[in-house]
């Protein structure tokens, strides 16, 4: 019997096709390279440092990641965490910080945090989504500006026009050509043509030369010259956190981006470790590092990919270019690449999240335009997300505390009993304490859970202290009802020990 590919499912390879695979893989190195250079630039790196990051990361995250038709690469997003190290001490600082941010990203997939990604609500992927379209399409917009050592200004006139038209017909092709046919990708047809265009009429407009020079050697191991000195780690791990929390909250945001594109599931602690190691690597073979591409993959996913083929068609098309292909690609021109992530820009934007604001609740609409004004304006995704995730747990906290209620009746012996509804905890209790008279009560209450339950040590401090008040007026506290896990935390704390728990077969249930 024929043993599959390691690196491929039996269910991915009969999904392949082989054609789309190798031209999307094309399509999205084709894409990758203006923005790997972009970036390295921006970080003041040499340009050779970005193309590094955009081999070894889409490389090893092709073979080792837990999201077949996800692209990793020299991501701004992680760069840009850099850049103030990088300039205050040097690319070698940055080369070390890379590597220890690999190694946290590392131990958070080897420990199985990955998983904490679900946490994030939908509001707040609604919201990542449309600030990373405004990012991506303000990218390229800043295309139309020209840049001398002393100014910045717009393009002008024949110029300005010439740039608009082509950017127009990359557009045009990308945008309508799948009506027509799906069999080749649109945005790589539209690079070619665009292309070729230029150079058979000579027009004179911006290329990938413009940007930078693509053409360089195999990366090489290199170990970061620093002092191994505590002082040294304690200035780069700060550094370090940020890159690997940043690069972490991007990859499984688009792993699970690209989950419910494909209806299919990925593993984001093998994503998460993965991730890890190309950046180890990336640190010690002189790229900047980075991670998922959510723009990258989107481009991948629109032309036809669902394997770790095209990610690997694309990383090593990319070294083919360093090491061969510089000169072909450098008179790419900008328009077709700026057309194109226009178009995926267009595409990232959830346009369905203005449909349902007449719909969502006041806070959801509130927590996406915060985390989209966030992004757009602080360019720090992983901040942007964190902020979301916590105005929505504190949202969801300020609600469920509001929730809480007590129903006082009195059973045939005359106890008082308070049937408590909605969960015990730290936003709910200052409310739960305020339903109870200890002084008008009977001697003998009943505090029934059936409809609650205790969720941490601020409710049992609470509860503790009502039954205090009880005991001092020489009365009876009872508990009815208790969960298995609430029987735990008061079991656990040792403060209930002499207060009576009525158990019940609903108390015996273990919590799934």
Request: charged share 15%; net charge neutral.
């Amino acid at each position: 019997m024929k043993m599959p590919h390691p690196f491929l499912s039996l269910t991915e390879l009969k999904k392949i096709n082989l054609k789309n695979e190798v031209l999307a893989g094309l399509t999205v190195a084709m894409t990758m390279i203006p923005e790997s250079l972009s970036f390295a630039i921006l970080a003041g790196l040499s340009p050779l440092t970005g193309l590094y990051a955009a081999f070894l990361m889409g490389i090893i995250t092709a073979l080792f990641g837990g999201r077949p038709g996800m692209v990793s690469g020299g991501a701004g997003a992680t760069v840009v965490v850099l850049i103030a190290l990088a300039s205050l001490h040097g690319v070698e600082y940055l080369f070390a910080a890379v590597v220890l941010a690999g190694i946290i990203q590392f131990i958070v997939g080897a420990c199985k945090l990955g998983r904490f990604i679900r946490l994030i609500p939908q509001p707040v992927m609604y919201g990542f989504l449309n600030g990373l379209a405004v990012i991506i399409f303000m990218a390229q917009v800043a295309q139309f500006k020209t840049t001398t050592p002393d100014s910045t200004t717009w393009l002008q006139g024949s110029e300005l026009y010439l740039m608009l038209g082509l950017t127009a017909l990359t557009i045009g092709i990308v945008w309508f050509l799948p009506k027509l046919t799906k069999k080749i990708p649109s945005s790589l047809i539209a690079i070619i043509v665009l292309t070729l265009l230029v150079f058979f009429f000579q027009i004179d407009t911006k290329k990938v030369i413009d940007i930078a020079e693509v053409s360089g050697a195999f990366p090489s191991f290199h170990i970061p010259t620093i002092p191994f000195t505590w002082e040294t780690l304690q200035l780069i791990l700060p550094f370090s956190l940020v890159m690997a929390g940043v690069g972490l909250i991007e990859s499984l945001l688009t792993l699970n981006i690209v989950d419910e594109i494909t209806n299919t599931k990925g593993n984001s602690n093998k994503e998460a470790m993965a991730q890890g190691s190309a950046n180890i690597i990336n640190g010690f073979f002189g790229g900047m590092g980075g991670c998922a591409m959510i723009a990258q993959t989107l481009v991948n996913l629109g032309a036809g990919a669902r394997t770790r083929i095209a990610a690997v068609i694309g990383a090593l098309t990319i070294l083919f270019i360093i090491l061969i292909g510089g000169p072909v690609i450098e008179q790419i021109p900008m328009a077709a690449l700026v057309g194109v992530m226009m178009v995926v820009a267009i595409s990232t934007f959830e346009w369905v999240s203005f449909r349902l604001i007449t719909k969502m609740p006041k806070s959801d609409i509130f927590t996406l335009f915060l985390v989209t004004a966030l992004i757009i304006f602080s360019h720090n995704l992983a901040l942007a997300v964190l902020v979301g995730v916590i105005v929505s747990a504190l949202i969801f906290a300020w609600d469920n505390a509001k929730r809480i209620r007590a129903r006082k009746s009195y059973d045939e012996k005359g106890h008082k009993v308070y049937e408590i509804y909605g969960p015990l905890f730290f936003g709910s209790s200052i409310s739960f304490a305020e339903k109870f008279a200890p002084q008008d009560d009977p001697n003998i209450i009943i505090i029934d859970f059936k409809e609650s339950h205790i969720a941490d040590m601020s409710a049992l401090e609470v509860l503790k202290k009502i039954i205090a008040k009880y005991q001092e007026v020489n009365k009876k506290v009872i508990l009815r009802n208790l969960r298995a896990d609430s029987i735990r935390l008061l079991n656990n704390s040792g403060a209930f020990l002499h207060i009576e728990i009525e158990t019940t077969p609903h108390s015996q249930e273990e919590t799934s």
